[in-house]
């Protein structure tokens, strides 16, 4: 019966410190039970009692809830109940203390909510307060899976935001300017990273494929060239600077001809301290042993090269990967392959060879890419081995040539810099960009 009354009141007190609303009776009952804990718990109890002090905090916390070891027992896992016969036969009070506890500790993980959205698991009453909608349960049912929809002239101080457009999920074919403003949830926030699981805007304008008309800003952080076109499934990070610093602004500008545009923008904020942090000066930043680069509003059937593009694209390197190589991904509309397709006419089905560098007469000087030292994979190394940094024109290849070629660099870290000018007609017509998969190299003896 008193090990049942104690269970009762740890779970009125979860309940509690989740920031369930508690009538004036509970509260009295409450103090009640607690009168009687000094014994049972001393030392838990101080930590219940700092939670309930601030319980707005507890959104605040991720690590160190758990309450002091005890030496004296060994411990049991609360999330070993299924291999563990000892702990279900005999369950103390220590065991149950912390099963109840680490709900609470779970607190404001990210939760996948019945819309289909990624949410932070909070108290239903936090999440109203928030400014979000609760869509399905989470943390055992103390919680609700909180997702935050925000639109055109809102604020944001919530991580894991969505942007999206007016009238979303709908189209939105109106002109205008579309702002949301996003203030850092802590001061240790350094970085936003945007995820653009929808972005459809109108594109560049055909002759210089300039972002005139519709455009996509974010102003307020480091700077981030402005975009436009279709780039679902992209992302950009944008350094927020350290500390208390001004509001980021994120914004659809639309003025083109109507069209059904729509947006949904996820916006994550990113401590300082996180392991995935994006390295510093890096707008894109991926990680993994292999996967695919492109650029904005990359797509080889329709999507025009974007100008005035000057940004780093970062790949982290992996434990014990020394190298990186790259090729064109495969074009699935055009026979002659624009998955890169830089400067050159590369209008119908033109062969353009690819140039390099930045001297000569196949020379890169207006839009490029720079893979630091870049050459040939497959090239018998040469005693003095040449690569160039630079690659434009038509074919991807770190020489001149009208084949694309698999290109290797070793130079760490890996990143590549991606350059446009502000010019396309004449000379360069028809560019799409570029699609590059990355494939990270073991490190031999050779190559280290
Ligand atoms: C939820 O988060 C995961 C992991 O970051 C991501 O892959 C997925 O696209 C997100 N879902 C939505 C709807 O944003
Ligand atoms: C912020 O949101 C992202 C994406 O939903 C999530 O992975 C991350 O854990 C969250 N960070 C914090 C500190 O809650
Ligand atoms: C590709 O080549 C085939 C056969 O020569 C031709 O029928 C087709 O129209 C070409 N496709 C494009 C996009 O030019």
């Known amino acids: 019966m008193h090990r049942l009354g104690l269970f009762a009141a740890l779970a009125l007190l979860v309940a509690c410190a989740a920031g369930a609303s508690l009538g004036p009776g509970d509260q009295h009952h409450r103090s009640k039970k607690m009168m009687r804990g000094p014994k049972r718990g001393l030392k838990h109890k101080v930590n219940v009692d700092d939670y309930l002090a601030a319980p707005s905090n507890v959104a605040n916390q991720h690590v160190s809830f758990l309450p002091p070891q005890p030496v004296q027992r060994k411990q049991r896992s609360p999330y070993a109940k299924h291999n563990s016969v000892e702990h ?5 009070r220590q065991s149950r203390f912390l099963s109840l506890f680490s709900v609470v500790r779970f607190e404001n993980l990210e939760c996948g909510a019945v819309s289909g959205d990624n949410g932070t698991c909070l108290a239903a009453r936090e999440c109203i307060e928030r400014g979000g909608v609760a869509s399905g349960p989470c943390a055992g049912g103390f ?8 639109t055109c002239g809102q604020t944001t101080y919530q991580n894991s935001t969505y942007f999206v457009n007016s009238g979303y999920p709908g189209p939105y074919d109106g002109t205008g300017s579309c702002q949301l403003t996003v203030h850092k949830r802590h001061p240790d926030i350094c970085q936003l990273r945007l995820d653009f699981d929808q972005f459809m805007i109108g594109g560049p304008e055909i002759i210089n494929h300039v972002c005139s008309n519709d455009q996509f800003i ?13 780039n679902t499934g992209n992302h950009m990070y944008v350094d927020a600077g350290a500390g208390y610093t001004s509001p980021v602004t994120l914004t659809f500008v639309t003025s083109g001809p109507a069209f059904p545009r729509n947006w949904k923008v996820r916006i994550s904020q990113i401590p300082c301290q996180s392991n995935y942090k994006a390295e510093d000066g890096c707008m894109q930043y991926h990680t993994g042993v292999t996967g695919q680069i492109r650029s904005f509003n990359y797509d080889s059937g329709m ?3 974007l100008s005035n593009q000057d940004y780093s694209i970062c790949i982290r390197m992996e434990r014990n990967f020394c190298g990186i190589q790259y090729t064109t991904a495969p074009d699935p509309v055009n026979n002659r392959s624009r998955s890169f397709s830089l400067s050159g006419q590369t209008t119908g089905q033109n062969q353009v060879t690819s140039m390099v560098g930045s001297v000569g007469p196949n020379s890169c000087n207006g839009d490029w890419i720079i893979i ?10 040469s005693i003095e081995p040449t690569c160039t940094d630079r690659i434009c024109g038509g074919t991807f290849n770190s020489e001149v040539s009208t084949v694309p070629a698999t290109v290797f660099s070793t130079v760490k870290p890996f ?3 991606y350059h446009t000018n502000n ?26």
């Open 303 to 305: 999507g025009l090269q």
């Open 143 to 150: 919680g609700v899976c909180c997702v935050f929809i925000v």
């Open 218 to 230: 974010v102003s307020g952080g480091s700077p981030v060239p402005a975009i436009c076109g279709t």
């Open 423 to 448: 010019v396309e007609f004449p000379n360069d017509q028809s560019n799409r960009g570029f699609a590059l998969n990355y494939v990270q190299q073991p490190c031999t003896n050779v190559m280290n």
């Open 372 to 381: 630091p030292c870049a050459a040939n994979a497959g090239r018998a190394p």
């Open 415 to 417: 990143r590549i810099i």
């Open 88 to 92: 279900s036969v005999n369950p103390t």
